[in-house]
């Protein structure tokens, strides 16, 4: 079992930055593939990012590749989600979600554990 914090959200205009931040609890977070996941209003969730237990495996949406970073520090518990040159588009409540596996899943439907999602919201 496994509890997931998210933070970092807020209102920024188009083109600026983010750092969203998950916490997780748990002695084994570095036996967990986190990935992160937004839904905009209207929409269905869908996948942004997610980065496999040692970090050395990553993949992103497509609309994000270039623009978004996931990392995670594993002594800390925690995954990271940088966002940059952000689109007004990429408004939406982002979720952290976790599953403890070492294989490699992009389905919102592969993962366990989900936080309570932030909101982000990007100004034209």
């Known amino acids: 079992q496994v509890q997931l914090v998210e933070s970092g959200g807020g209102l920024v205009q188009a083109g600026g930055s983010l750092r969203l931040s998950c916490a997780a609890s748990?002695?084994?977070?570095?036996?967990?593939?986190m990935g992160w996941f937004h839904q905009a209003p209207g929409k269905e969730r869908e996948f942004v990012a997610a980065?496999?237990?040692?970090?050395?495996?990553?993949n992103y949406a497509d609309s994000v590749k270039g623009r978004f970073t996931i990392s995670r520090d594993n002594a800390k518990n925690t995954v990271y989600l940088q966002m940059n040159s952000l689109k007004p588009e990429d408004t939406a409540v982002y979720y952290c979600?976790?599953?403890?596996?070492?294989?490699?899943?992009?389905?919102?439907?592969?993962?366990?554990?989900w936080g309570q999602g932030t909101q982000v919201t990007v100004s034209s």
């Open positions: 979600a976790a599953r403890r596996t070492f294989v490699f899943y992009v389905s919102q439907h592969d993962y366990d554990y």
């Open positions: 980065i496999n237990w040692s970090g050395g495996m990553t």
């Open positions: 748990g002695r084994t977070f570095s036996s967990y593939l």
